[in-house]
């Protein structure tokens, strides 16, 4: 079975514009925001310690899986002051929430190493190199037996030398660094930066290259022969193919670093490895398949300037991270739509063959998968379109910029119904602390610091629903433009909740008078990052977002156990109902 399989997938170029259109289609999958699994957030300057443990509260049955171990806190907490943030006891600490699910993240971090592994097998540095090296090893091995035993080394060499990379990348940074990653400013922008050389190489701009000196030092340890040598014929091919699989291995490690997870890098790179060694592997071991294997040309080319295009596209997401933790505000929603509109409709002439590049062949006529995956590629161009007046599209929502940030929108307005206060015009409203540096999502009437919402939700006699959110956070983007909006949602956020979003990754700085140090961790308390973070870790002892908590505010005691990323409305809804049910 497997035999016909391997045979039909090399019997033309279809393979390769098929793995071309899943990359396209997973390019606006690879965050793990498809895991729906909630963002690891980083909690600056917080270290976790041990809590002692102190009799809790009964906690009430849990209504996510993922947050049922979270207790009640034990005591009442005091109001967070700036004093009081930096104090927060643990004696207010329910159980240790769970961890994230990584094996989630992870999973999909290993599928996107696999997807970029066989786009690098059609690259044009790697694709030619497949019937050279299964005749190397057909000639040299004498015996099907030794030629078995080589294919196998020569694969999974290639495998250990990439996962040796993933896993130089973690110690190096960390997993704390790589949580960092996630949110810092600097490091966003030099991804962005990276993500735009690495489209430019694909494009045709230039190659990138490793010094001469290392293939020559490769190659020189390979002609020694014996299993040493085969392992060093891998290290060559790595170092060859550098220009064509750098700017995929660059990608996914910046993509697995920003996940947080410890081993992100070393499992997206054993994907990819077992991927790029697959097809060596198996036509070492069936030379006779080479026989079956469609013919370089200009194909291969081709595949590179696609993936070209989804690296320009997937770049502008860092750089929409910068902007909005330093609340620079000009790189808003429609500004970044209509480049994406821009990007793919310039990929969909490609493929037609009304945009030549450089290094392109002559396009006679268009084939019929090309055809196939340009009527994708404009379809999905169509969809965008309507984004530019405030459509909330929800299949991209978690990539793009909040929809607070869109200058002109024809849909927020329609939510509100024109009744309820949300409905009112904003002037009217109290100018609540920090409300010139966010915006609340819908038109809400959002809090932006505990200690103002917490009042609030007294004097209104209602609860109060803190959000734990991010500006690089996926998964909080996707929630507010997908189950928030909900007819049986938005209600109760608006006219049953006082809502306050306590933004834990932004970096504006405190004033003098409210940076403390904190009891929790030993830290200093110099931004809202820090301030916020501290709360959440020190009281819910949690650093995952979004992190939903629904509080009595007379109490300042959760009133049911926290909730994650859930993008069923059924399950959100009922997670504030069963909150209010427990506050009356």
């Known amino acids: 079975m497997a035999t016909l399989l391997l045979r039909t997938w090399a019997t033309s170029r279809l393979t390769a514009w098929l793995v071309a259109l899943g990359l396209l289609l997973a390019g606006l999958a690879w965050h793990p925001a498809a895991a729906q699994t909630p963002d690891t957030v980083a909690t600056d300057d917080i270290e976790f310690t041990p809590l002692e443990a102190t009799p809790a509260t009964p906690a009430q ?18 109001a967070v002051t700036p004093a009081t943030v930096a104090t927060a006891a643990p004696a207010a600490t329910a159980a240790p929430t769970p961890a994230p699910a990584a094996p989630v993240s992870l999973w999909v971090t290993f599928i996107s190493g696999l997807l970029g592994g066989f786009a690098a097998v059609l690259m044009p540095c790697i694709f030619p190199l497949l019937p050279m090296t299964v005749s190397f090893f057909t000639k040299r091995s004498g015996t099907r037996a030794r030629g078995i035993r080589n294919a196998l080394v020569y694969g999974l060499s290639i495998i250990v030398i990439y996962v040796a990379l993933g896993l130089l990348i973690t110690v190096l940074f ?6 960092n990653l996630a949110t810092n400013g600097v490091f966003n922008f030099l991804f962005f930066v990276l993500l735009v050389v690495f489209a430019a190489s694909f494009l045709g701009a230039f190659e990138l290259t490793l010094p001469s000196s290392w293939v020559n030092k490769a190659d020189t340890q390979a002609d020694k022969g014996g299993l040493v040598g085969i392992f060093f014929m891998a290290a060559t091919l790595a170092l060859v193919s550098f220009s064509c699989t750098g700017p995929i291995i660059g990608t996914l490690l ?12 070393a499992v997206g790179m054993f994907g990819f490895a077992l991927a790029l060694a697959t097809p060596f592997t198996l036509l070492s ?8 294997l469609p013919k370089s040309g200009g194909w291969l ?10 690296e320009l596209a997937l770049a502008l997401k860092f750089l929409s991270n910068v902007d909005l933790a ?6 808003d929603r429609e500004i970044f739509l209509v480049l994406w509109v821009v990007i793919f409709a310039l990929l969909g002439f490609y493929l037609l063959g009304k945009l030549q590049l450089s290094h392109d062949s002559p396009l006679p006529f268009v084939s019929v998968p090309r055809l196939f995956l340009a009527i994708i590629v404009f379809a999905f161009t169509t969809y965008l379109v309507p984004g530019l007046w405030g459509a909330p599209l929800n299949a991209v929502a978690a990539f793009l910029p909040p929809q607070s940030t869109q200058d002109f929108d024809l849909y927020t ?12 015009p904003r002037a009217a409203r109290p100018v609540h602390k920090y409300a010139d540096l966010f915006d609340a999502p819908l038109g809400l009437d959002a809090y932006f610091d505990y200690d103002e919402a917490r009042a609030a939700a007294q004097a209104a006699g209602k609860p109060l629903l803190i959000d734990f959110t991010g500006h690089a956070c996926v998964n909080c983007r996707k929630m507010e433009a997908t189950v928030w909006p909900a007819p049986s949602v938005l209600p109760l956020l608006r006219d049953k909740y006082v809502l306050v979003q306590l933004y834990v990754d932004d970096k504006t700085e405190l004033p003098a008078a409210e940076q403390t140090v904190s009891k929790f961790s030993g830290k200093q308390l110099r931004t809202l990052a820090n301030k916020w973070s501290d709360l959440q870790a020190s009281r819910y002892n949690s650093n995952s977002q979004p992190d939903y908590v629904l509080l009595d505010p007379r109490t300042e005691k959760t009133l049911v156990p926290p909730l994650g990323a859930d993008y069923d409305v059924d399950r959100f809804r009922a997670f504030l109902e069963s909150g209010l049910a427990a506050y009356k």
């Open 254 to 265: 910046v993509q697995a670093a920003t996940t947080g997870a410890y081993l992100g890098p």
């Open 61 to 78: 049955p849990a209504t996510d899986p993922a947050k049922a171990t979270a207790a009640t806190p034990a005591a009442s907490a005091p």
């Open 301 to 310: 080319n081709s595949v590179k300037v696609v993936l070209g295009f989804l």
């Open 285 to 292: 071991l069936f030379p006779g398949w080479l026989a079956s």
């Open 174 to 179: 960390g997993a704390d660094a790589l949580n």
């Open 326 to 331: 330093y609340h620079w505000k000009w790189f």
């Open 413 to 424: 307005p329609t939510l509100l119904g024109g009744a309820g206060p949300a409905a009112g």
